[in-house]
């Protein structure tokens, strides 16, 4: 299966000010990598299907211009926060389907916290 | 109702208990189910996962579905504290997408 790294763990912002997390592949080329958002006691919510070379694909209700996705390579998607808010508090997850199509490898996370 | 349904807990046990953890789903489509472990401030991890009815086992871990109840089960015997996780079902139609549902996780605590 593919191994995922994500950047940074944790962060810490202003609020206003915009927050850039790398998600790789290390081992897998992903021409898909996934965006999820988790709330404290609430599951996984998926914000954003990154696609190498286009454009990003995002859920309802996800706001476009308020999370970039940049997916420029098979190995790299980066998600930034702009202008961020305390309500964007939250632990933001990339993941990357698995080699044998069923389930995904999950990045270890980021936890954001705007003040 | 939410697609998938599971008790956020939590559900303390002591060691070497067998743990039941349980998700209910709404959408008959739904044929690959997944059962995945997270620890605290960190991704999840997949255990196992299971296609259409019946078990699954690997370990100490054992997976069942039923479709016809559209109810599946994780079980861990002989649980142990490193055990102590949030467990999360999930679960997807047999379309190509690749939109897994998750449930809310349910959190576990094996006491020594």
């Known amino acids: 299966g593919a191994v995922v790294s994500q950047h940074p763990s944790r962060v810490i912002c202003k609020s206003g000010t915009s927050v850039k997390i790398e998600c790789r592949s290390l081992d897998f080329q992903a021409t898909t990598m996934f965006w999820y958002r988790q709330f404290p006691k609430q599951s996984l919510m998926l914000m954003a299907t990154?696609?190498?070379?286009?454009?990003?694909?995002?859920e309802q209700g996800v706001e476009k211009d308020k999370f970039l996705i940049n997916h420029a390579s098979l190995t790299l998607s980066t998600l930034t926060v702009t202008s961020a808010h305390p309500e964007d508090s939250s632990f933001y997850i990339c993941s990357v389907s698995r080699s044998t199509g069923v389930g995904y490898t999950f990045g270890s996370g980021t936890r954001l916290t705007v003040v | 109702q939410k697609e998938v349904e599971q008790d956020p807990g939590p559900l303390s046990v002591p060691e070497g208990a067998i743990v039941s953890l349980n998700c209910t789903y709404s959408n008959s489509a739904f044929q690959y189910f997944m059962w995945y472990r997270q620890y605290s401030r960190k991704g999840p991890e997949l255990l196992m996962y299971t296609y259409s009815s019946g078990n699954k086992e690997d370990g100490r871990f054992t997976a069942q579905v039923d479709k016809s109840s559209k109810y599946i089960s994780l079980f861990i015997r002989d649980s142990q504290p490193s055990d102590s996780a949030t467990y999360l079902c999930a679960m997807s139609t047999t379309s190509g997408t690749y939109k897994y549902i998750f449930g809310t996780g349910t959190r576990l605590k094996v006491l020594a």
């Open positions: 990154s696609n190498e070379g286009s454009k990003a694909t995002y």
